[in-house]
Every structure is written in structure tokens, then in C-alpha cells.
């Protein structure tokens, strides 16, 4: 049975966009089920108002904020990555060992580029809104509330317009979200670094065989 050649820098990239699956997910699901368990509403940006030391109720952002990151998530990470996993484990298993030479490279520098440039406004708008809605929270301190983090909004009763908020559970998922997002940037960026050496590595391959072609050529005269 024929060895199949491996090409160490093609496993690498088909683990990177197995990785962004992974991660995607772990952005979109937690941020997925803080928008179910306060009624569909974005808690991220929201204008905390604290009624007294105990009771705390607040004015939601755009439901868009949250969703923003939610679709980025499962188009860019979770359905992208999938396709192109799937390609790579296809190259992978092909006996050429130039193909890592032939296969598309340029197109997708610039597709991961700009998914990288989309990924990190997500991310922005994720750290930047938890931190806002945070320290909306830390305001209860100044109604005589014992708040000693974020966390501990988590135990603390809130008033709800539309039935219940639960809120026992939002910290911990959008820690979670926010680490899993800028993971998904670091790993963006690491494929187009990925991609910027495999470029350069055929183009100066590319050149070895053509002075090759050169060298062997018989003169015409």
C-alpha cells in the first residue's frame, strides 16, 4: 500500500480550522443561552439602575450586539471552518507531494484576513460591552450593596418586566465567550501567518523550477 505524504504545515492549518469550530462554538452557545435566560434580551452595554441595595433592574442594549457575535461565530468560525477542514483533510490524503504547491493560497489570506478584521470587532464589542454591563453592577455599592465582582451580580435579585431573568449562570458564560472570542482572533491569525509562509514558500519554489527548466534548456544557437 502506498505511503501517503504528509504535509506537516497542511495538518497544521486542518487543526487550526478544526480548533476555530471548536471555539466558534464556545463563543456562540454561552452568549446563545444569556440572550435566552434574560428573554431575549442583551445584557451587554445595558444601563444598570440599582432601586436599592437588594433589587436591580436594567435598560437592555440592541439585541443586535449579541447577535452580531452570535452569527460571526457560526458563519465565520463554525460553517467556514467546517468547509475548509473538510478541503484540507482532501489535500491531506492526496499521494501528491507537491500539493501543498498547487492548491489556492492568496484568495484565502485575503478571506482570512477580513475574517480576522470582523472576528476582533466582534470580540471589541463583546469585552468592552461585558465590561460596561460590569461596572453598571459595581454601582450597587454606592446603594449600600456588599458587591465584590461582577460574579456576584450573578446571586443578586433582579426586577423583570417580561417574567423572570435567570441570572445565575451569566458571568460564568460570558467569561467564557470572552476568552473563546479573542481565541478565535489568535487562531485567525495564526492562519494567515500559516497562509503568508506557504505564499512565500511556493513562489520561491516556483522559482527554483523554473531556473531548473532554464539550466536544462539546450541553446537555440
Excluded at 35 to 42: H, I, P, S, V, W
Excluded at 44 to 54: E, F, G, N, T
Excluded at 60 to 66: A, D, E, L, T
Excluded at 126 to 135: A, E, L, P, Q, W
Aim: hydrophobic share 45%; net charge positive.
Amino acid at each position: 500500500m502506498p505511503c501517503i505524504t504528509l504535509d506537516v504545515q497542511l495538518l497544521v492549518q486542518t487543526f487550526l480550522y478544526v480548533a476555530n469550530i471548536v471555539i466558534g462554538l464556545a463563543v456562540a452557545v454561552p452568549l446563545g443561552i444569556t440572550l435566552g435566560d434574560f428573554n431575549g434580551q442583551c445584557i451587554l452595554y445595558a444601563d444598570i439602575h440599582w432601586h436599592s441595595y437588594i433589587h436591580v433592574s436594567y435598560i437592555p442594549s440592541s439585541v443586535v450586539n449579541c447577535r452580531f457575535s452570535i452569527y460571526v461565530s457560526v458563519c465565520l468560525c463554525v460553517l467556514y471552518g467546517i468547509g475548509m477542514t473538510f478541503y484540507h483533510v482532501y489535500l491531506l490524503t492526496r499521494k501528491d507531494p507537491m500539493i501543498g504547491s498547487k492548491m489556492w493560497v492568496f484568495p484565502f489570506i485575503v478571506v482570512n484576513s477580513v475574517f480576522a478584521f470582523v472576528t476582533f470587532i466582534s470580540s471589541c464589542i463583546i469585552s468592552v460591552g461585558f465590561k460596561t454591563f460590569c461596572d453598571g453592577l459595581l454601582k450597587g455599592r454606592e446603594k449600600g450593596h456588599i458587591m465584590e465582582s461582577c460574579a456576584y451580580g450573578e446571586r443578586v435579585k433582579w426586577n423583570a418586566y417580561k417574567g423572570d431573568y435567570r441570572t445565575h449562570n451569566f458571568y460564568t458564560y460570558l467569561t467564557v465567550t470572552q476568552i473563546a472570542t479573542w481565541s478565535t482572533f489568535l487562531v485567525w491569525v495564526l492562519l494567515i501567518i500559516q497562509g503568508i509562509i506557504r505564499f512565500v514558500k511556493n513562489r520561491r519554489l516556483a522559482s527554483a523550477l523554473d531556473l531548473g527548466n532554464f539550466a536544462a534548456s539546450e541553446p537555440s544557437a
